[in-house]
């Protein structure tokens, strides 16, 4: 059974950092991808980021290009999320999610979810 678990969300301060972790389990090789996902309160989810399973391509949302920064180390099972000068409308649950195959920034091709965790930045 595939599992994705996140970590590391918390209250920062406006143009603080702060790194998630998504831990994968289940997968039987590492060639999945993962993707980060956000929703904020009365929002749809949307796209941050993805990586693929070699760890050698990342592609980002116009939100996150150049402030958040994708990684993984596939000896640990642990990707990561990386966000800088955070703003306070980056307030919301990140979601990581993984696939089998390359990346995608289509929501419904990921069947893997982790639960989220909620990331607010206060002014």
């Known amino acids: 059974e595939v599992q994705l678990a996140e970590s590391g969300g918390g209250l920062v301060q406006a143009g603080g950092s702060l790194r998630l972790s998504c831990t994968v389990s289940?997968?039987?090789?590492?060639?999945?991808?993962v993707a980060w996902f956000r929703q904020a309160p009365g929002k749809e989810r949307e796209f941050v980021g993805t990586?693929?399973?070699?760890?050698?391509?990342?592609s980002y949302s116009g939100l996150a290009q150049g402030r958040f920064t994708i990684s993984r180390d596939n000896d640990k099972k642990t990707l990561y999320l990386q966000m800088t000068s955070l703003k306070v409308e980056d307030t919301a649950v990140y979601y990581c999610?993984?696939?089998?195959?390359?990346?995608?920034?289509?929501?419904?091709?990921?069947?893997?979810w982790g639960q989220g965790t909620q990331v607010t930045v206060s002014s």
């Open positions: 990586i693929n399973g070699v760890g050698d391509l990342t």
């Open positions: 999610a993984g696939r089998d195959g390359p990346t995608t920034r289509v929501e419904s091709q990921y069947h893997y």
């Open positions: 289940g997968f039987t090789y590492d060639n999945y991808a």
